[in-house]
């Protein structure tokens, strides 16, 4: 016949490892629209072995390989080339001893940090591919290497599944059922979510970057705090059906039947899929966790972040509203009944840091509430991720909740309504990175510094401590050369770095504490700055500094970016800086004493355009401005 049959191939976007091959299967399902000899229901199958391919990765910890895939088909002696887009190789398993989630790539424990997605375009559901690419680069720069996509939000398009495919981000995949009992027993209703559930396994069956199915947010959580039995907490949808639909369409993705789910209860957090709220919304203290026992966080630490000061202006045309203005308490999260919203969570940990009542402070000082605000739920979960990525922890996993604000305000979004990174971005930035170096209270045993390499290659590096009191006073410091293997973790403790007695965690108390900040530094061989760390042993609440001298230097590079270098010789805060019309690459870091900090401002527009930045810090009480023409 004269006739070109349209084929869709359904192959699996991993293969099957068999000793050093790999091996796909493919089906091809001809389907002819325009001739009588219809080939109805016909599949043509094969398998190809090919030895030695390159695999995929996270892109924390290797390159995210994808390779294009054609299929040559002869019809009547000729042969016709059909385009099946991209292939990507990778083995998928999730280690389950001991109530343990660990995802492991291709034989490695890869620890998975990120945030629950949500839309870029909530008219639309689905933002445009140019408007997902920038979303996505920004959380991969961020060391981000997992989105979920929950069950209270809406299927992604393919356009952003091949993204996280290129970009080497994995996807944890709700199915669209949240809090609700659905009628399963309802035969319609039943075919009508099970076509549902093929419909979306078959789309993305073929993306490397699908890394576990769910079936539901919350169900089992909603039944058991109604005080159910745990005979209802849960239906045979759920527990067989989705499960089967998994494993034939998308055999070797682990599924998981809701999240949370596993404990004695589903929202008991120490075993299996837990939704971490007890630093956050439970106001516990930071020390709980540590004896919390997450092994794998699929949702935690939602926090009403404040947003810039040119997103705060977008709600009320310009001016910044007072903090008991009636829109800004309407658009702080909350959860649905209950008498406190997230913003009450935030000032509560505002008292924790800095020692503040949070209410007397946003009544005598409201644009210094917004800047220590703005620093707070960072600081929180930086000290949090130390814990959960240091070599000793069970925790094998973070997602935060959530990535975007729809809306601007303070909301649970560690990006704004725009697109524009809080300051909570910044710090995970710095928490999540794949070589960083990270302080932990050990109380009676000091301080410990966890330093994580998560790339194949080993690292050799210069590990740097110092205390510092008064802002920049050093009355203790050493060094040490370091190796860390390839994508492994090196524990150290400051007491023997020093070789001697500081009481570097200020637990035994034998007077004054002897410093105010610690700083811990990761050096290359070269001397380039790898990742730094903070402890501040009496609060983050530290006197101003008067006479900082701060001073900094800023140039334009030939291809338009303008680099610029601070220096200081105190201790400065949280620095801060605005500027038009350019996008850091960092901000609200600390700065050590006579310690240089480079930064890199891209254009966001006119590269031609004149550079002015503001620098403040939270001790700070004068502003550095650099010009550039």
């Known amino acids: 016949g004269q006739f070109l049959p349209d084929l869709q191939a359904h192959s699996p976007a991993m293969g099957q490892k068999d000793g050093e091959k790999w091996t796909a299967a493919v089906d091809l399902q001809p389907t002819l629209s325009k001739s009588d000899r219809l080939l109805d229901g016909a599949v043509v199958s094969g398998s190809l072995t090919l030895p030695d391919v390159p695999l995929w990765w996270p892109h924390t ?4 390989v994808t390779m294009p895939c054609q299929i040559d088909v002869q019809v009547d002696g000729q042969w016709h080339t059909l385009p099946a887009g991209h292939v990507g190789f990778r083995d998928l398993r999730v280690e389950r001893g001991n109530g343990l989630v660990q995802f492991q790539v291709n034989g490695e424990p890869v620890f998975c940090r990120g945030a629950c997605w949500t839309t870029d375009d909530l008219l639309r559901l689905h933002g445009d591919e140019s408007a997902l690419r920038r979303s996505l680069e920004l959380a991969r720069d961020a060391g981000l290497n997992m989105l979920r996509v929950g069950g209270t939000m809406a299927y992604e398009s393919d356009a952003f599944y091949t993204l996280c495919d290129e970009l080497g981000i994995l996807v944890w995949q709700d199915f669209m059922f949240a809090n609700m009992d659905y009628p399963v027993a309802d035969e319609g209703f039943l075919a009508n979510i099970t076509r549902e559930a093929e419909h979306q396994l078959q789309r993305l069956q073929t993306h490397p970057c699908v890394a576990a ?8 959580q909603q039944a058991a705090m109604l005080g159910l039995p745990a005979s209802e907490w849960s239906n045979p949808f759920f527990d067989q059906l ?14 998981f039947r809701s999240s949370p789910s596993e404990g004695a209860l589903p929202f008991h957090v120490a075993t299996g899929i837990a939704h971490y709220y007890g630093v956050g919304a439970y106001k516990r203290p930071l020390a709980d966790v540590k004896s919390a026992g997450v092994k794998f966080a699929s949702e935690c630490l939602g926090f009403s972040h404040v947003p810039d000061p040119e997103t705060i202006a977008l709600m009320m045309d310009g001016s910044t509203p007072p903090a008991h203005h009636p829109l800004w308490k309407a658009r702080q999260p909350r959860d649905v009944g209950a008498g406190w919203d997230f913003e009450d969570t935030r000032d509560h940990y505002l008292r924790e840091l800095f020692g503040v009542d949070a209410v007397t402070l946003r009544s005598h000082d409201p644009e210094r509430y917004l800047a220590v605000s703005r620093v707070v739920p960072g600081e929180v979960m930086r000290r949090v991720f130390n814990e959960w990525r240091s070599p000793r922890n069970v925790c094998h996993g973070g997602i935060v909740w959530f990535w975007k604000d729809v809306w601007p305000g303070a909301g649970w979004g560690v990006v704004d309504s725009t697109g524009r990174p809080k300051a909570s971005y910044w710090h995970l930035k710095r928490a999540w990175s794949p070589r960083s170096v990270g302080f932990t209270d050990e109380g009676l045993d000091g301080l410990h510094m966890h330093v994580v390499n998560e790339p194949a290659e080993p690292l050799e590096a210069t590990l740097e401590f110092a205390l ?5 006073v050093q009355v203790a410091s050493a060094s040490a050369p370091i ?3 390839a994508r492994g973790a090196l524990t150290l403790s400051a007491d023997a770095l020093l070789g001697r007695f500081a009481d570097t965690s200020c637990a035994y108390r034998f007077g004054p504490p002897p410093y105010d900040v610690a700083v811990v530094r990761l050096r290359a061989v070269d001397g380039a700055l790898l990742s730094d760390d903070f402890h501040f042993p009496q609060g983050h609440g530290l006197p101003l500094q008067h006479d900082a001298r701060l001073s900094g230097s800023a140039e334009r590079m030939t291809d338009g970016r303008v680099r610029m270098t601070l220096q200081s010789e105190t201790f400065v805060q949280s620095v801060s800086v605005e500027c038009d019309g350019f996008v850091p690459n960092d901000a609200y870091f600390h700065l050590a004493p006579r310690t240089p900090r ?3 401002w891209h254009p966001s527009g006119d590269a031609a355009r004149k550079f002015k930045a503001h620098v403040s810090a939270l001790n700070l009480t004068d502003l550095l401005t650099l010009r550039v023409d």
């Open 61 to 64: 910890h290797g390159k995210p």
């Open 213 to 220: 199915y769910c079936g539901s947010s919350e169900i089992e």
């Open 242 to 255: 989705l499960p089967a639909l998994c494993a034939r369409w998308h055999a070797g993705v682990p599924y």
């Open 468 to 472: 510092y009191q008064h802002g920049r």
């Open 483 to 485: 190796t860390v293997p």
């Open 598 to 600: 480079e930064l890199v």
